[in-house]
Nanobody, 126 residues
């Protein structure tokens, strides 16, 4: 059983930065693909990024390309989402999710991910 805990959310001004962490307990994430998702009020859950921890391959949704970077810690127990040049439309609850079998071509489908964190709020003011 993989338990995921997100941290690092908060309030930022437009143009600012935040770094989110997704830490696993009970195992490392080396054998997993980790997705970051976000959900704004009244909207569905949107895929933000994907990281296959074992080989470092990544995918980003178009709206965050060039601004967000996903990477794993050296011990593979934590996956970070570095968010730069934040925009008000980035405001949402951010979730990390992990699964051993999700291919990057399908990272946009949240139902494929088996393990989820509780979410962390990110609010960007204009």
């Amino acid at each position: 059983e993989v338990q995921l805990v997100e941290s690092g959310g908060g309030l930022a001004q437009a143009g600012g930065s935040l770094r989110l962490s997704c830490t696993a307990s009970g195992t490392t994430l080396e054998k997993y693909a980790v997705g970051w998702f976000r959900q704004a009020p009244g909207k569905g859950r949107e895929a933000v990024s994907y990281l296959k921890v074992s080989d470092g391959s990544t995918v980003y949704t178009d709206s965050v390309k060039g601004r967000f970077t996903v990477a794993a810690s050296n011990d593979k127990a934590t996956v970070y989402l570095q968010m730069n040049n934040l925009k008000p439309e980035d405001t949402a609850v951010y979730f990390c999710a992990a699964d051993a079998w999700v291919h990057k071509d399908f990272f946009g489908n949240p139902v494929l991910f088996h393990y989820w964190g509780q979410g962390t709020q990110v609010t960007v003011s204009s």
